[in-house]
């Protein structure tokens, strides 16, 4: 089975800190993808990335930023964190075939930004 | 952009009947669809996918039928167990490596 392991389940931060989540997946996948998940809201696509050192924007990226230095390891970067990023991020990845089907995700990390 | 939702909010089932959940999507184009199981305090877990050239697709103890007539999803779980209580949510997709699009998720309580 697909592991996408996600370095921390809940962390906290005050205010200007610049964070970092680390998310690791163990099936030599192409494509991975940050999501943030708010209660109404569903999940909202942050960045994705298709290969090594590539990323693209998804629909809401302001405010973030990503690396992906290695195929296994997509890192998600607030530069300076406010508390309306407070929210469940998650990290997930797909086979290169399936850009944009069968995600498959990690447990997720609970940022509280205060 | 179009949507995604789901007809109701919560759902209780009594343990061993079996469950529907229904999602309706509003994109005529959309050539895939997948539904996800989201436990309290985990990451969603992927169920099962269906295409749209498909009208019927079974699992171990899921189904999902897509009806493309009136543009609606469902997932149907047999014999539901107190394992099944979860936020369950429907994603779509469009021609070519357009982006998934998710509901926002149904509740489903199982009453032992």
């Known amino acids: 089975d697909v592991k996408v392991t996600q370095s921390s389940r809940y962390l906290v931060k005050r205010t200007g800190e610049k964070v970092f989540l680390e998310c690791v997946q163990d099936?030599?996948?192409?494509?991975m993808f940050w999501y943030r998940q708010d209660p109404g809201l569903g999940l909202r696509l942050i960045y994705f990335?298709?290969?090594?050192?590539?990323?693209e924007k998804g629909d809401i990226p302001e405010g973030y930023s990503v690396s992906r230095e290695k195929k296994e390891r997509f890192s998600l970067i607030l530069e300076s964190a406010s508390t309306n990023q407070t929210s469940m991020y998650l990290c997930a990845s797909s086979s290169g075939s399936d850009l944009n089907e069968k995600l498959f995700f990690g447990s997720g990390t609970q940022l509280s930004v205060l | 952009g179009e949507s995604v939702g789901l007809h109701l909010p919560t759902l209780s089932v009594q343990e061993g009947d079996n469950s529907i959940i229904n999602c309706a999507y509003s994109n005529s184009a959309s050539d895939y669809f997948i539904w996800y199981k989201q436990e309290s305090g985990k990451g969603p877990q992927f169920i099962i996918d269906i295409r749209s050239n498909m009208d019927k697709r079974q699992g171990q103890r899921v189904t999902v039928l897509l009806n493309k007539t009136v543009k609606h999803l469902s997932l149907q779980i047999a014999a539901t167990q107190p394992g099944d209580s979860a936020v369950y949510f429907c994603?779509?997709?469009?021609?070519?490596?357009?982006?998934?699009?998710f509901g926002k998720g149904n509740q489903v309580v199982v009453i032992p």
């Open positions: 994603a779509e997709k469009g021609w070519g490596n357009n982006r998934l699009a």
């Open positions: 099936m030599d996948h192409e494509n």
């Open positions: 990335s298709y290969d090594v050192k590539m990323k």
